[in-house]
């Protein structure tokens, strides 16, 4: 009994200091002093990796298939919010073509992930 109680508090413990990462892939989002929370019924979350990696959710995905993986996500009847994670040293380029397929695949509510600053 002792055990099953260490391990369920070493679990949550993990997972309060984010040694154990959440959905899509591990960036380094950059500050911004004015960031807000967005909240939505169905977020899609799209990483960017430094190396312009992309992925949807955990699913690893390059820009030519991007559309499809985005698409079989979305819910039937759900108009998504999609969120772009993008690290902090990923070449403008990525993103741009990464925004630019999401946008001609008809997605208008996209946002940016950031991190709040430190006042």
């Known amino acids: 009994m002792i055990d099953v109680m260490m391990f369920l508090l070493v679990f949550f413990v993990l997972i309060s200091i984010n040694v154990i990462p959440g959905f899509g892939l591990g960036v380094s989002l950059p500050s911004a002093a004015h960031a807000s929370v967005q909240h939505a019924k169905q977020t899609i979350i799209i990483s960017i990796q430094r190396d312009g990696q992309l992925a949807v959710g955990d ?3 390059n820009v030519d298939t991007l559309q499809k993986a985005v698409a079989k996500q979305v819910k039937p009847g759900e108009t998504p919010v999609l969120i772009i994670n993008g690290d902090e ?3 403008y ?3 741009v073509k990464t925004l630019d397929v999401l946008k001609g695949a008809g997605y208008n509510a996209i946002s940016i992930a950031t991190k709040k600053a430190a006042p």
Do not use: A, D, M, Y
């Open 93 to 95: 380029r990525h993103f």
């Open 59 to 61: 699913e690893l995905v």
């Open 89 to 91: 040293t990923v070449e």
